[in-house]
């Protein structure tokens, strides 16, 4: 169920793309509860005038460096599940890419279950 689009800045390597991939989906698994296998993600790069942060919003220091996360998934995650979310990825990013967590934008947007279709132009979890 959930929908990750990872946007990182032009040049990173296949490696560090599946790495950073690998990141955001292991840390679904226990924080938010998300299914075994529910894996649907889109990389993007983008070169530096197409990727723009504001290096100081909201006191957090932010290089050139810094990578995007958005997960789209179903509504109903309590702030503590989300805030474990947002520490597994930037933790890991930190730990295995050597990305500052800093540099780690992560936006969740919640829709209702019945918002999406895995095929067949079906509505799997609409009730």
Same mark, same amino acid.
């Given at each position: 169920?959930?929908?990750? +689009?990872?946007?990182?800045?032009a &040049? ?9 991939? *690998? ?13 075994? &296998?529910? +894996? ?6 983008? @070169? ?16 050139? *460096? !810094? ?5 789209? #998934?179903?509504?109903? +995650? ?5 805030? !474990? ?6 933790? &890991?990013?930190? =730990?295995? #890419?050597?990305?500052? +967590?800093?540099?780690?934008?992560i %936006? #969740?947007?919640?829709?209702?279950? =019945? %918002? ?6 079906i @509505?799997?979890?609409?009730?």
């Amino acid at each position: 169920m959930p929908f990750a +689009r990872i946007s990182v800045p032009a &040049g990173k390597s296949a490696d560090f793309r599946k790495t950073a991939a *690998d990141i955001v989906y292991e840390a679904m698994l226990p924080t938010l509860k998300a299914p075994e &296998g529910d +894996r649907f993600q889109v990389i993007t790069e983008h @070169a530096e005038s197409d990727f723009i942060l504001d290096p100081h919003y909201l006191g957090v220091l932010r290089t050139k *460096d !810094a990578v995007i996360v958005q997960l789209t #998934l179903n509504e109903g +995650r309590t702030v503590e599940q989300k805030k !474990a979310y947002f520490k597994a990825v930037a933790d &890991g990013l930190h =730990e295995r #890419l050597k990305i500052r +967590r800093e540099d780690v934008f992560i %936006n #969740l947007v919640e829709v209702k279950k =019945e %918002n999406w279709s895995f095929g067949n132009g079906i @509505a799997q979890y609409a009730v």
